[in-house]
């Protein structure tokens, strides 16, 4: 029979962690609110950003740009942006398992020179895949500033521009809701404008200064910034989102161990009182 003393000590255990993911919980609802807020206002300038980028780039004459330039096969850059704290659910190994099949399916015949942003993901792909793991940036997003756009994405830019990399994409968490996030697999570099998306510079007359390939370089610098600087948000909202959400399912879990455990207790404790009740009865009727 199991021990009493055993069970109250595993009841209060639970009971601690219980308060312990019912806290988080509230901390993650709470940083989610912020870092949506903060996401719902990075959206309209990345993505006005991209529209300006698009007319500008199909106006211009000096259509031959570094930055346009497609080359197929070669080395690929793959940014992948996981977080720093564990704790979220599936949300940073869905993300490795996703990067191991691009290796081996989508990227199979091809170099592929992975940046890492997060500890998570740093930690679990350097023992996958550790030669591949070219730069790592732990503790970014944990102290995060506009710098850290800039820190990331110029690199890879320069690499790309030098031709030692034919194209760069980056892997991330998108942002739906509090409890949906979807692996988005989004090219960076070559840009490729998209002239058929209707925008509001369709019908305007652009004159270039100082001039076409320098207005233009510049402009697809700062929209490399502004998407990743959307990027990094998207990500955090994803990880609050995804913290949250396992969190409350962990609390639930926690209740519903409490409650077996609370049953069981009782019915030990039932069985122990109706043994020495008979006893009792036994040696009175002995008597």
Do not use: W
């Not at 959206?43 to 006005?48: E, G, L």
């Not at 740009?65 to 690929?76: I, Q, S």
């Not at 170099?111 to 895949?129: F, S």
Request: aromatic residues 6%.
């Amino acid at each position: 029979m199991p021990n009493l003393q055993a069970i109250r000590r595993r009841i209060v255990s639970v009971k601690s962690t219980q308060k312990i993911t019912r806290a988080m919980k509230m901390v993650a609802a709470a940083k989610l609110r912020r870092a949506q807020e903060t996401l719902l206002n990075a959206r309209p300038y990345a993505y006005h950003l991209r529209d300006i980028a698009n007319s500008l780039i199909t106006h211009a004459t000096a259509v031959e740009h570094p930055m346009l330039r497609n080359a197929p096969g070669g080395r690929v850059g793959l940014l992948v942006v996981t977080s720093d704290r564990g704790l979220c659910g599936g949300y940073n190994s869905s993300l490795v398992l996703e990067t191991m099949r691009l290796l081996h399916q989508d990227f199979a015949d091809r170099d592929v020179e992975i940046t890492v942003v997060g500890r998570k993901g740093t930690e679990a792909l350097r023992r996958r895949c550790s030669k591949q793991v070219k730069t790592a940036h732990v503790g970014l997003l944990e102290r995060y500033t506009v710098n850290s756009d800039t820190a990331v994405i110029d690199p890879l830019a320069d690499q790309f521009l030098t031709g030692h990399l034919n194209e760069v994409y980056c892997l991330y968490n998108e942002f739906k809701s509090a409890i949906t996030q979807r692996i988005t697999l989004e090219r960076l570099l070559p840009y490729e404008p998209e002239p058929q998306v209707k925008t509001m510079f369709d019908n305007a007359f652009f004159t270039f200064e100082p001039g076409e390939e320098a207005l233009i370089t510049a402009l697809l610098r700062d929209n490399l910034r502004a998407q990743l600087h959307r990027i990094f948000h998207e990500a955090m909202a994803s990880e609050h989102g995804a913290r949250m959400a396992a969190m409350d399912s962990a609390t639930t879990n926690a209740g519903d161990v409490i409650a077996r455990l609370t049953l069981n207790y009782n019915r030990v404790r039932q069985g122990a009182i109706t043994k020495e009740v008979v006893e009792i009865v036994s040696g009175a009727e002995a008597l």
